[in-house]
């Protein structure tokens, strides 16, 4: 199989995960776009496929699902600090520490999240902790890649239906990869023509297919699986992002 090919079937792959879960394209996208492009490119895709594929969760979900937007323009600015506070750490430390010291971090803090701490009792609103989520979103994404980890954290300290999950996360990402691409191409002059058009052509079917396929199956996921489901994916990314650390010392 060629790039182009590959590269399209990681990306259902990871769209398919972020459809059922809500989250976890990029753990899959990555990795793969990495094997053929230089990051920003490869970064670039994955940014891309995550506006596409959130265009069509929201499209889908909009009228359905009922959430406050207030949480969206409170998390926003904090997480776009986070991205500069994290980009300024990885001047001065290696991104290796760093893998290691968050992937060990949200292992841990899940399992005291899922083991110790006690059931929610209340909806999710806008509360005292949003913004330093927030910031810490925005520092996990421009550091180790993973937005989603502590959202889906504080998420979990309320009552909250999964496609309630899935569309606040789908905004989230639709802003925050605009900015992110906007940003790459502003310092990375010429990384969107680094890619063949037909890459972004294709990528257009490619990820409302695998949605639709997505959708099917989170129409059967309940709650409660729906929340292992959850665990499950964030401690998988926990666990590659401490090896990825290791592995750079190694």
Not at 14 to 22: C, E, I, K, Y
Not at 58 to 67: D, G, P
Not at 141 to 160: E, H, N
Not at 212 to 218: H, I, M, N, P, Y
Request: aromatic content about 12%; glycine content about 6%; charged content about 10%.
């Amino acid at each position: 199989m060629n790039e182009t090919t590959i590269i399209l079937l990681a990306a259902m792959a990871g769209v398919f995960t972020q459809r059922v879960v809500g989250f976890g394209m990029p753990i899959i996208v990555l990795p793969v776009a990495l094997l053929y492009f230089h990051p920003p490119p490869a970064l670039t895709i994955v940014l891309f496929t995550g506006i596409l594929s959130s265009i069509v969760i929201i499209n889908e979900l909009k009228t359905k699902t009922r959430i406050d937007l207030k949480i969206i323009r409170a998390i926003i600015p904090a997480s776009i600090v986070g991205i500069v506070i994290g980009s300024y750490i990885l001047s001065v430390i290696s991104k290796e520490a760093l893998q290691i010291f968050l992937g060990i971090s949200i292992i841990i803090f899940l399992n005291i999240q899922r083991y110790f701490l006690p059931e929610p009792k209340h909806e999710i609103k806008v509360d005292k902790n949003i913004h330093m989520y927030g910031l810490l979103s925005g520092f996990f994404k421009s550091t180790v890649g993973l937005s989603a980890a502590p959202l889906v954290v504080w998420l979990r300290f309320y009552i909250i239906k999964p496609n309630q999950i899935r569309l606040l996360l789908a905004y989230y990402f639709f802003i925050m990869n605009v900015v992110a691409i906007i940003s790459i191409q502003a310092f990375e002059n010429n990384t969107l023509s680094d890619i063949s058009w037909y890459m972004y052509v294709l990528l257009v079917p490619a990820v409302i297919l695998a949605n639709f396929l997505g959708s099917a199956v989170a129409k059967r996921v309940n709650t409660s699986f729906y929340n292992k489901l959850a665990y499950l994916v964030l401690i998988a990314a926990g666990a590659i992002t401490l090896f990825s650390g290791v592995a750079g010392y190694i």
